[in-house]
């Protein structure tokens, strides 16, 4: 269920994650592989041209860390002075220090902060949600550089026995096979506008039950195991999809609003240097990549540290 519900969802979500399918063994659920290059709206004025300065903050989960240090790296690159200030909590918390500029920056969930920015929305694909998230973003003092390929979205996840066993690939090749098959998940899949309803009406696919399961990413990976339940609800930045050989399906309908990777900027602190090291990350992060980094931080490895080797990798880093 979408990022960030509360602090201990998150947390709970990052452990197996749970959170919020994905190349290597699925699709990125909108089909959409390529990092957003939209030009900003016509109003924007151009970047100043000096490094400048900034303190970028982060959720608080691992990701959220993770993403903060990978955007950080990068603009350092870039000649900006960073500062990071991680854990700051759930978006109420951490957008609150946006706007009062205790924090300049912070990586986001595309979808997500156009919900909270806009109080709701229809668009689902990658550059429908952009293009939202441009003018909503604009319209309180904040703006977003490009997104990544890379999301961190919901899926339905099934086991490699039960895709090959029932030739899966796309949600939609759930609708003749889902009357056997029970789904597992947290309790509000079930009542959600993009869950159980929308898995009816857009898809037509009706399980024969619904198991509702903890938040925690080890107990819904657990269930999908086991057998408790055939298919669940898993974040495409899950470890246990490369760990276990899952197969997240694709979503071509877009019932899971897209879910990228973003920095979002107070529009009085962006620089073009900080909009160049943001982007340049953005344009080398895909689902795959996220969720393999994602791994090594649930493994115990350092976000920083982590990021700094992937920073090297791409030679996104002066270091």
Not at 11 to 19: C, N, S, T, Y
Not at 185 to 190: D, S
């Amino acid at each position: 269920m979408r990022r960030i519900v509360s602090v201990g969802f998150a947390v709970a979500a990052i452990a197996m994650v749970a959170a919020c399918g994905a190349n290597g063994s699925s699709s990125l659920p909108d089909g959409d592989s390529r990092a957003g290059t939209a030009a900003p709206p016509a109003t924007d004025a151009a970047l100043p041209h000096r490094a400048g300065s900034v303190t970028i903050g982060s959720a608080a989960f691992p990701e959220a860390e993770l993403l903060a240090h990978l955007y950080a790296g990068a603009m350092r690159a870039h000649g900006v002075k960073v500062d990071i200030h991680t854990n700051i909590g759930e978006r109420s918390a951490y957008m609150a220090a946006l706007r009062d500029g205790s924090i300049g920056a912070v990586p986001e969930y595309s979808g997500a902060l156009l919900e909270y920015l806009a109080n709701g929305t229809k668009a689902r694909t990658s550059q429908s949600v952009y293009t939202e998230l441009q003018a909503a973003a604009a319209k309180q003092n904040l703006r977003v550089t490009d997104y990544a390929s890379a999301q961190d979205t919901d899926t339905i996840t099934v086991t490699r026995k039960t895709a090959t066993k029932y030739h899966l690939s796309s949600i939609a090749d759930l609708k003749s096979v889902a009357g056997k098959l029970t789904l597992g998940g947290p309790a509000p899949l079930r009542t959600v506008p993009y869950g159980i309803p929308a898995l009816k009406s857009v898809y037509g696919v009706e399980f024969k039950r619904f198991v509702p399961l903890s938040p925690s990413g080890s107990i819904t990976q657990t269930a999908l195991r086991n057998g408790t339940v055939d298919a669940a609800d898993i974040f495409s930045t899950d470890p246990a999809i490369s760990r276990f050989g899952f197969v997240s399906l694709k979503d071509p309908e877009h019932i899971f609003a897209a879910q990228n990777i973003v920095p979002v900027f107070r529009n009085d602190v962006l620089t073009q240097p900080m909009a160049d090291g943001c982007n340049a990350v953005s344009s080398r992060l895909d689902t795959a990549e996220l969720r393999t980094l994602v791994t090594k931080v649930a493994d115990g490895a350092d976000p920083s540290t982590t990021a700094a080797q992937w920073l090297r990798e791409k030679r996104l880093t002066v270091n």
